[in-house]
């Protein structure tokens, strides 16, 4: 299963973006129960 660090490198940052938007999504969403 070969990958290149160029691959990992664009995977991990994909990553890291979605879950920086998801978190920023749900922090302008208002808090309802």
Same mark, same amino acid.
């Given at each position: 299963?070969? &990958?290149s660090s160029q691959?990992?490198?664009l995977f991990f940052?994909?990553?890291g973006v &979605?879950?920086?938007a998801l978190n920023l999504y749900q922090l302008a969403q208002p &808090?309802?129960?």
């Amino acid at each position: 299963m070969p &990958a290149s660090s160029q691959d990992l490198i664009l995977f991990f940052c994909g990553f890291g973006v &979605a879950l920086v938007a998801l978190n920023l999504y749900q922090l302008a969403q208002p &808090a309802k129960g």
